[in-house]
């Protein structure tokens, strides 16, 4: 039985993680690590809260003692490292959060692992999960590939290149085994409506305005979030050790466009007229900031790892549609209370 710490795992990605790794893999005992912060909703991983080989963790990676005796009371022998503040929004409002969290959060995990271990590093590893947003942004043409150099350009990202770095840095001065693996936009059941796709989901639904940065020409590439979880199982079980992997879903989309996607697409589940969800798009002030476009270069992990996508964007955003005006309950729940606080001062001038 090996004991592995999953960090995060009551958020979007991380619940996608932690189901798949305990169902798949009954011989691991998988220890979710979840502050619960607004973004953490034990909910998601309700159905697989009673397998015997899974144990819930409410703690802080930004509380070093506690860390520390975690790590000495499990010997966790391997970490999925996926705590973070997570919202570039949220990232422009309240930088120092993102510093606390996913720099020195990071920092604990990896000086907790490395006192544990102390050079005994045989079979152990720590995965660091990262984004693509490390890379800054593209222009009209190319793609991130692993040698692309960090360029950061808002406090969320910058805080991940920042973990990042600490993570290679650790590898190279104390030989701690790591991977990290850079991906790019997901979507799909269970992510915070900050984000565009659960956003627009929502206030369609709502018949509420769909705030559209700028000039909607900004330009992202979308993964379905269980292809991410599959490829995390496949770099952390066959991942080269003091290697990086790109993952993205080769879909790039203008946000303009993908909105619009959602609106048809809306249109006909909830019997409205064609054209009806799209009058709600409202161009709005831009986020400082705003990278332009991100697109991954996915060929390491295809051609080392033989990993790819497994859904198309028409399969992956419908299945996503159809989840959320599915669990409305799920929905009302993350939408209450704070969330609207939230909305009403980061919209207030929509
Ligand atoms: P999320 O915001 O949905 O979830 C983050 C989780 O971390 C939440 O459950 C939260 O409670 C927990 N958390 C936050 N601070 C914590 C703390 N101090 N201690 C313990 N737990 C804490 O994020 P997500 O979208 O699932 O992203 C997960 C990881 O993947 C992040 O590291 C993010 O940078 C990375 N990533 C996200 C995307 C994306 O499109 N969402 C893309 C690439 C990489
Ligand atoms: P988001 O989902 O916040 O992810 P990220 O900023 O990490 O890429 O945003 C995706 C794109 O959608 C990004 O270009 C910003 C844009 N966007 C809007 O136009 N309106 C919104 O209300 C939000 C949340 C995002």
């Not at 966790?76 to 705590?83: G, K, R």
């Not at 422009?92 to 990071?106: E, R, S, W, Y």
């Not at 910058?158 to 001065?173: F, W």
């Not at 979507?187 to 565009?196: A, I, R, S, T, V």
Request: glycine residues 8%; charged residues 20%.
């Amino acid at each position: 039985m090996k004991n592995i710490l999953i960090t995060g795992g009551a958020g979007f990605i991380g619940g996608h993680v932690v189901r798949l790794m305990v169902q798949k893999y009954p011989n691991y005992h998988i220890f979710n690590l979840d502050k619960l912060t607004y973004a953490g909703n034990l909910g998601n991983i309700a159905d697989i809260s009673t397998f015997s080989n899974y144990t819930f963790l409410h703690g802080d990676i930004c509380d070093p003692n506690y860390i520390e005796r975690l790590f000495k009371s499990f010997s966790f022998d391997s970490v999925i490292h996926l705590a973070a503040e997570s919202h570039v929004d949220r990232s422009i409002a309240d930088p120092l959060a993102f510093v606390k969290t996913n720099i020195l959060g990071t920092v604990n995990l990896l000086n907790a692992f490395k006192s544990l271990w102390q050079d005994q590093w045989e079979n152990k590893l720590f995965y660091h999960i990262s984004t693509d947003e490390v890379y800054g942004s593209l222009g009209a043409t190319g793609l991130f590939t692993e040698k692309t150099a960090y360029d950061p350009n808002s406090p969320y990202s910058a805080s991940k290149a920042s973990s990042d770095h600490l993570v290679r840095a650790y590898g190279e001065t104390y030989g701690l085994p790591y991977v990290i693996s850079n991906c790019s936009n997901n979507y799909g059941p269970n992510q915070f409506p900050e984000k565009l796709i659960p956003l627009c989901i929502n206030n369609i639904q709502n018949n509420m305005a769909l705030p559209i940065y700028g000039d909607g020409k900004y330009t992202r590439d979308w993964l379905y979030v269980v292809d991410h979880a599959e490829a995390i199982d496949r770099v952390f079980h066959h991942g080269k050790k003091g290697s990086t992997y790109n993952i993205g879903g080769h879909n790039e989309w203008q946000n303009i466009d993908l909105v619009k996607l959602i609106c048809r697409t809306m249109d006909d589940k909830l019997g409205r007229k064609k054209g009806d969800s799209e009058q709600l798009i409202q161009f709005v002030t831009d986020r400082p900031g705003h990278d332009k476009r991100y697109a991954i270069d996915a060929n390491k992990i295809e051609r080392e790892l033989d990993w790819k996508p497994s859904l198309t964007f028409e399969e992956g955003i419908e299945r996503t549609i159809n989840w959320y005006m599915n669990n409305g309950p799920w929905l009302n729940n993350v939408t209450s209370g704070a969330y609207l606080e939230y909305y009403k001062h980061q919209y207030q001038n929509s």
